[in-house]
């Protein structure tokens, strides 16, 4: 749910055979080639190339702060209202954003959805959010979900992300509907695994999506759709609940929203009990490995779902062994710290670090520890909207079955930030 970017796109274009070029600050000068990076804009978290992941790991770390009082700094605010199209739509970055957006303009939802957050959690941006929301819900597909690139099969995922965007935002999804009359809640439920599923421990977790028509469990579409479920955003506020998180329940309610979140808590409070952390197999990997985002994950959504001392461990773990995953990464440290707000951890004293400076380090220098809305004059600081460049054809083959679901479960949580 929270930080993986450049294996979505990677295999989302695979899919579609493109890609889309970057996009960003009306000053920021587009590469010369499909090869060159892109120059980081100054407003921009993060240094590595934000070509798959600027609007994720800006709205993370602009949510981040704010959940914690720190005031971003207004240009940041700024950067992130400057790449929202017309349309109401994000692309993943925009290097041009003097350049309307247009037919050629890959948009994104998973991006859309994380701006969503952001910009409502600050406060000021109800225009723009509206907006987003409008876009989110003219790209819902007639099964009641969504797709990473509009116009393709509905993922778990996304349609996660989105419905928490628009719980976020103040709408109920299961009143927001498809030309077909699907709701946003009947296009998730399909991908969770249910009470025949085997092995039993599977019961509970959701698919990315169906593999010849199997449902394989996937950690990173579980945790998204447990906040999904119980209408909630990645900034889970601290609670008093405590209760240990139990298995999916048998015969299970298809139609009730919290009843699926709960299977999904209790799939994910089960699965960390092993090492204290999820574990994926990669790509052209013989042996799984410590999943560092997925585990963060988990943990947001085990809190979301009351059930803090079930997520204990994990904590744990990451305190001791996400430091490397995270140096540098504005989604990883923004991730962190929304995992440490959630079970009231301090993420100023995690495992020896203090998250919240890290995060600072990685943009430009935060106004302060408020909370006041950071409002952008539509008429002086929100640059054009823009389009993006001209894609480039990606020769990256055929990407199918459980490789896609694979690539995409690790969406925003590796190596990309």
Known sequence: MIVRRSAAALAASAVLCVGAAPAALADTAPPASPSAPPVIPSGLYGKNDPTYDGVWRQSFALLAQHTVG?????????WLVGQQCDTGGFASFRPNAAVACDAKTMYDTNATAAAVQALKALGGQDAAVKQSVDWLKS?????????????????????????????????KPAEVKSKAGKSAYEGLFPFQLGCAAEPAADRGAFAYQPVDGKLIANADATAAAALAGLGKGAAVVPSGADTPAAALTCPANGADPAAAAQGAAGYLAEALKKDGHLTALTPGADQPTADTGNTADAVIALAAAGHKQSAAGAMEW??????????????????????AHATGTDPKSFGGTDLVAALNATGPAPQGADTDATTVDSEKDKLPSGGQNIWWIIGAGAVAGVGIGILLSGRRKKNQL
């Not at 720190?70 to 700024?78: F, I």
């Not at 969504?146 to 928490?164: C, E, F, H, R």
């Not at 990451?318 to 995992?339: E, R, V």
Request: charged share 10%; aromatic share 4%; hydrophobic share 45%.
């Open 70 to 78: 720190v005031k971003p700094a207004r240009e940041a605010v700024v």
């Open 139 to 171: 790209v819902q597909n007639e099964d009641g979900g969504w797709s990473y690139v509009p116009g393709t099969p509905s993922d778990a995922n996304s349609t996660a992300l989105v419905i928490s965007a628009l719980a976020v935002a103040g709408e």
């Open 318 to 339: 990451l305190k001791a062994n996400s430091a490397q995953w995270a140096q540098g990464s504005p989604a990883g440290l923004g991730t962190l710290i929304l995992a």
